[in-house]
């Protein structure tokens, strides 16, 4: 069950620096945030912002006005603080080249401080206040960018601010000498508040999981290969999207496809996964080993009548009967080079090359070479999301094989088709359907779901629209 909840601003911000279009290198995975991915942001975000703003320290502040009829009047401005606040009114854009742009409207805000003057050299006075401000409006533009380390980073380029009307309540004092200087002194304090607090973004921002752990061998680096390219429509993003071997970072001898998302905007947010993506998930786990595998005779259905035994197998290798009789056997099945994935308009498949080592295990677990097949596979992929990862399961399409050397004679590698077609489909497929189905994360931030989700396989890569919802 997916659980809806509010996002903080940081969170909002993150959704659009986390995944952006490359201009330098291809990238293996690409997102596109659409306008209603944003305008999700603004909705879930301006509360969290809105009490952000309030627990801000306004800094103290001091100067010199001149008031006629006495001249010069110095002020300090003192333990100010946000009483209250409200931003009803708020929209966020697309700024072409940038990022995006929030502006806040009829904003209003309460605030309560300390005040002290002195003027002709010896007069001092002081007080307290009570500020309220009415129609407020706000306008930033905040610039996405990739960091150094492939992080996501925001920042404020530019800010305006104006205070539509305030009343000003002042307790003690001549007070009307530093109206004026309170009055320019707010309005100078609204955008380096707002700054702040988008600032702010960057520590949360730097926690992004741009390695996300799979197994015991693999990982994956959604690092960010160039800034995001931001149009009138939607935010570009791209991520490396490679598989690495835990700890030691080979790249593989093939490249990312250019390959571009379509222009939809039904969804938050579309992410597309390349074939390179799939292809260096195998070449990864070609060199670390996984797709080899031994099969015993209890991996078998117990109901099946084919045993892997000198008996079975030897009803069609009458040597092996004779050299090695009533003897349990092993089966290894290795790759002979990396299984090779493609995309193409709703079909994923698989094509792997690799070798069957067949033994019989003699009385002192010694291990016995038999015969060596060569096999060539191919299977059909159904791959889905679940929850923040992509997961999936494949089926046999066929299989051939051919003697590549026999230590028990020569015999028809056809006849043994039924047998190798079985220990495929009970042995080795689960084993690959068991890995498959825990799937593989997706890049996310915090508490994010996904909602709504679409998958789409087309030419070199899969497609998956869908909304999001941050719990928490």
């Known amino acids: 069950m997916v659980t809806s909840g509010r996002m903080s601003p940081w969170c909002l911000l993150t959704l659009l620096t986390l995944v952006p279009l490359t201009l330098s ?11 209603k991915g944003l305008e999700y942001a603004r909705q879930i975000g301006m509360t969290t912002l809105q009490q952000k703003l309030k627990t801000i320290k306004v800094p103290d502040l001091s100067g010199t006005e001149k008031v006629a009829p006495i001249g010069k009047v110095k002020y300090t401005l003192s333990g100010m603080q946000i009483t ?29 401080g300390n005040w002290k003057v002195r003027y002709l050299h010896f007069i001092k006075d002081s007080g307290s206040f009570d500020l309220a401000v009415k129609d407020l409006t706000i306008n930033t533009n905040i610039a996405l960018k990739s960091d150094e380390t492939g992080r996501p980073a925001v920042n404020t380029v530019s800010c305006t601010s104006n205070v539509g009307s305030a009343s000003i309540k002042f307790h003690g004092g001549a007070s009307a000498y530093i109206d004026k200087a309170l009055r320019s002194a707010l309005q100078k304090q609204i955008c380096p508040l707002v700054s702040d607090a988008i600032s702010e973004l960057n520590p949360h921002l730097k926690t992004l999981n741009v390695l996300a752990p799979v197994d015991k061998y693999a990982e994956i680096e959604y690092s960010m290969v160039a800034s995001p390219v931001v149009s009138k429509a939607f935010v570009d993003f791209g991520l490396k999207g490679e598989f690495y071997n835990i700890g030691r970072h080979k790249e593989p001898p093939f490249s990312p496809p250019v390959f571009g998302l379509p222009p939809q905007v039904n969804n938050m947010l579309y992410i597309g996964v390349s074939s390179f993506t799939a292809n260096s998930a195998s070449f990864v786990y070609n060199n670390a080993g996984a797709f080899n595998l031994f099969i015993t005779d209890d991996m078998i259905p117990p109901s099946s009548p084919i045993r892997l035994n000198t008996r079975t197998f030897g009803a069609f290798i009458p040597q092996l009967a004779k050299e090695y009789p009533g003897l349990m056997m092993k089966l290894l099945v290795k790759t ?18 690799g070798t069957v080592t067949a033994y019989a295990i003699q009385p002192n677990t010694t291990l016995a070479p038999l015969f060596i097949l060569n096999m060539e596979t191919s299977v059909s992929a159904h791959i889905y999301v679940t929850g923040v990862k992509l997961a999936g399961s494949v089926i046999l399409n066929r299989m ?8 028990v004679g020569p015999f028809q590698v056809k006849s043994l088709d039924n047998i190798f ?31 709504n989700t679409q998958l789409q396989v087309l030419k070199d890569y899969m497609l998956i629209g869908t909304d999001v919802s941050f719990r928490g």
């Open 84 to 112: 209250s606040l409200g931003l009803p009114k708020s929209q966020m854009g697309m700024v072409p080249g940038t990022g995006v742009s929030l502006a806040i409207g009829n904003a209003f805000l309460s605030l309560h």
């Open 336 to 353: 002979t080079r990396q299984p090779i994935i493609s995309f193409q308009v709703n079909n994923v498949t698989l094509q792997a090359s």
């Open 400 to 407: 051939s094989m051919s003697l590549g050397a026999s230590y």
């Open 25 to 35: 290198s291809n990238a293996g995975v690409k997102v596109k945030l659409t306008q």
């Open 421 to 451: 077609l079985m220990v495929l489909k009970v042995a080795v497929l689960p084993k690959i359907n068991a890995h498959l189905q825990k799937g593989y994360p997706l890049p996310a931030i915090g508490k994010m779901s996904l909602v």
